[in-house]
T-cell receptor, first 116, second 116 residues
Framework: AQKITQTQPGMFVQEKEAVTLDCTYD???????LFWYKQPSSGEMIFLIY??????QNATEGRYSLNFQKARKSANLVISASQLGDSAMYFC?????????????FGQGTELSVKP | GAVVSQHPSRVICKSGTSVKIECRSL??????MFWYRQFPKQSLMLMAT?????????EQGVEKDKFLINHASLTLSTLTVTSAHPEDSSFYIC????????????FGPGTRLTVT
């Protein structure tokens, strides 16, 4: 069964500091993609970063990086130099190419609060 | 690029009436679109996968006669909530994946439905 687990319902971080949001996944597929989305209070889902299962290097997008540890099946999101605007819900998601019809499977989400 | 619009953003309707929500990919073609439902402080729940030119695939437990999905073109999918009841009140979000992409989904801004 495909599953995404985010064990941190809520996280706090001081402005300008780095924060790591945890995500573990479970799949028997060899080919899959991992995604992180941000959802501010407005409700829109914003795509942040993508990591393919065959990518050898960790993905980075500006202040976002994905700490991909394939053997441990973890795909943690690291946000550097946190800003007040980073306060939002963050969802980890997985898409497998051969199962689930290409659907995205979401974790439960982590609510990040950035303190000034 | 990769913008998805959703209309309306908010709708209030009376119990027993039907409501149509539109999802459009503005600058790309999407063979597949997805419809999600989200309750406050919870993750996204996939309702159905919408395929252009064919019938939608509904997730287990989702009533296909209540949530009618039509994917009329490569840029438009609609969700109609028929005979709406207060328990259908929720945040509905659509997403679309560009054809040939690595699988990332781009989300619409969502529609908040309130049934009175």
């Amino acid at each position: 069964a495909q599953k995404i687990t985010q064990t941190q319902p809520g996280m706090f971080v001081q402005e300008k500091e780095a924060v790591t949001l945890d995500c573990t996944y479970d799949t028997s597929d060899q080919s899959y993609g991992l995604f992180w989305y941000k959802q501010p209070s407005s409700g829109e889902m914003i795509f942040l970063i993508y990591q393919g299962s065959y990518d050898e290097q960790n993905a980075t997008e500006g202040r976002y990086s994905l700490n991909f540890q394939k053997a441990r099946k973890s795909a943690n999101l690291v946000i550097s130099a946190s800003q007040l605007g980073d306060s939002a819900m963050y969802f980890c998601a997985m898409r497998t190419l051969y199962n689930q019809g290409g659907k995205l499977i979401f974790g439960q989400g982590t609510e990040l609060s950035v303190k000034p | 690029g990769a913008v998805v619009s959703q209309h309306p953003s908010r709708v209030i309707c009376k119990s027993g009436t039907s409501v149509k929500i539109e999802c459009r990919s503005l600058d790309f073609q999407a063979t597949t679109m997805f419809w999600y439902r989200q309750f406050p402080k919870q993750s996204l729940m996939l309702m159905a996968t919408s395929n252009e030119g064919s019938k939608a695939t509904y997730e287990q437990g989702v009533e296909k006669d209540k949530f009618l999905i039509n994917h009329a073109s490569l840029t438009l999918s609609t969700l109609t909530v028929t005979s709406a009841h207060p328990e259908d009140s929720s945040f509905y979000i659509c997403s679309a994946s560009p054809t040939g992409a690595r699988g990332e989904q781009y989300f619409g801004p969502g529609t908040r439905l309130t049934v009175t």
